[in-house]
């Protein structure tokens, strides 16, 4: 359903008075991976890994530096303006931050019915009206009391809510959720979670999540892609990937998760130096001079994603795997 | 020998708001033994991080602190404020939730270093610059001695995290409280972290006050836990039984409510509404608006701490009923 093929999105690093261009911060460098319709993929790595960049590529938020993105088979960085719109209503986002990615000028009403009245779903105000009480009782929340207050007046977890019946009102096919229970409340996550849940098998979403948190992608996901510094170093079915890392920095990220549960003490791998900067990334595979594996050729030549797994496809970018 | 370091008594941390008091810390009691990591467990507003900034007198206008806090026996709430300073960082050290802000950016990291200790210890330049290299190599930064003229600015949240605790460690710390030390660290880099805490703790035999939501965190480095829920207690016991029997339906929900790694589970048991304000917070029981176990006695009576079972304290009216 959306393809990605060597998407790459630069940007520029300006020094001095003349903003005289001094290199590259290879923020997304060069990722493939597709999403099926219906399935959730998790797009998961530590900060600065290029995983919100590639999302919001991905929307042509930003502009990509190069690569194609297909949606439906359609190129979506070649789209015309008048594409673009209905590309922007069949793709939505969900963003991190409820705080910030919330007017606090509008009402919840403005919020949720802004999508609407931009795509002209619905043009007199009593369908409107219904549209978003319907959208916000979806979401969880109750219209006669909610629909007319301001974000401030709302937690975390209720301000998501409001993000997430927003993203649903232009019925969307695919949502791209970025983070979206990293700042909400523990004891509120899982109700969120459970939301996205049911609304994806409700309005049958395809959805690309992405986040750090290993433990929520494991529940949430079908598949997975792991990323560092700007490259994706494997995908595979959720199942194979927890059970069965394939490359080194897949196993140290699994690895180094805590457990809530005091009788497990797992054995953890420690990670050897900082995570390189995406200005001058390591020659060769970029994880190579972290790695304990690594091998001469890791040094030079970068490794390639191959698939190991046959029909399950469980893709891998590791000179020891073949 | 007495082998408790800390012990408070019946805090109480008001805030005298115009909307109301807001009572963050209420009527908390807690012990820290010797060489015994403590995790203190607790979503946003459920009073920990105030607990730790009262414990070292902290708290900012409007709040008031009352009760005991019991420092080797001796209650820090009627120290002097000059004496205060010398607990503060020497007996007792905070690592602060964010390591970015909390470092001086205008001063190098060895200056900051080199400054807790002159404050603390008496002794000569050289000797302090030794201790300061000394403590930046324990904590695992390379380099040490050319990275102590570095700037904040010039280190990775990891390593200024690592700075922060060769900050608190640098005196000697009998208690060392970790307010969400490693919230704001990748994975892999708090994996290091918290495997260069246990690490320090054994060396210099220190007790840690550890303030997170992380369960998987508390579980992987504390003896024993303690749950905060809207400022009050909920529960005490050692790790194991926190996690494996807990007797609090708060704590039950919560270790429920989580996505694990080491458990697959097609839907997870979401706790329904939301955490409650302080200002006013629910009648009776503070958490049964929430609680699947609620009755009516709840919200009407609130329930005490009491002692379960030797070292088990729960704060339940129905505690009886629903776990035996």
Known sequence: MLEVRNLKKYYQLKAGIFKKQVGFVHAVDGISFNVKKGETLGLVGESGCGKTTAGLTILRLIEPTAGEVFFEGKDIFKATKKEMRTFRRELQIIFQDPYSSLNPRMTVYDIVSEPLKVHGLARKKNEKTEKVSQLIKKAGLSPHEHMHRYPHEFSGGQRQRIGIARALATNPKLIIADEPVSSIDVSVRAQILNLLQDLKKEFRLTMLFISHDLSVVKHVCNRVAVMYVGKIVEIAKTKDLYNNPQHPYSEVLLSAIPVPNPKIRRKRILLRGEVPTPVNPPLGCRFHPRCSYAEPACEKVEPKLINIGGPDEHLVACHLRK | ?324
Request: aromatic share 6%.
């Open chain 2, 1 to 324: 020998m007495n082998k408790t370091i800390l012990q408070i008594k019946d805090l109480k941390t008001y805030f005298y708001t115009d909307a109301g008091i807001a009572k963050a810390v209420d009527e908390l009691n807690l012990k820290i033994e010797r060489k015994e990591t403590l995790g203190l467990i607790g979503e946003s507003g459920s009073g920990k991080t105030v607990t730790a900034l009262s414990i070292l007198r902290l708290v900012p206008f409007p709040g008031r602190i009352t009760g005991e806090i019991l420092f080797h026996g001796e209650n820090l709430l009627e120290k002097s404020e000059e004496e205060m300073r010398s607990v503060r960082g020497g007996n007792i050290a905070m690592i602060f939730q964010d390591p970015m802000t909390s470092l001086n950016p205008v001063y190098t990291i060895g200056n900051q270093i080199s400054e807790a200790i002159e404050l603390h210890q008496d002794l000569d330049r050289l000797e302090v610059n030794k201790n300061v290299i000394d403590m930046l190599k324990k904590v695992g930064i390379p380099d040490a001695a050319t990275r102590q003229r570095d700037y904040p600015h010039q280190f990775s949240g990891g390593m200024r995290q690592r700075v922060m605790i060769a900050m608190a460690l640098s005196c000697n710390p009998e208690l060392l409280i970790a307010d969400e030390a490693t919230t704001n660290l990748d994975v892999t880099v708090q994996a290091e972290v918290l495997e260069l805490m246990k690490n320090l703790k054994e060396e210099f035999g220190s007790s840690i006050l550890l303030i997170t939501h992380d369960l998987g965190v508390v579980a992987e480095m504390s003896d024993k836990v303690a749950v905060l829920y809207a400022g009050k207690l909920m529960e005490f016991c050692d790790v194991e039984t926190a996690f494996m029997a807990p007797q609090h339906p708060y704590l039950e929900a919560l270790l429920e409510s989580i996505p694990r790694l080491d458990v697959d589970k097609e839907r997870l048991d979401a706790i329904a509404g939301t955490v409650p304000e302080l200002v006013n917070p629910p009648q009776g029981c503070r958490f049964h608006p929430r609680c699947k176990y609620a009755k009516e006695i709840c919200n009407k009576q609130e329930p005490q701490l009491i002692e379960i079972e030797p070292g088990h304290s729960s704060a339940c009216l129905r505690v009886d009923e629903i776990y035996h």
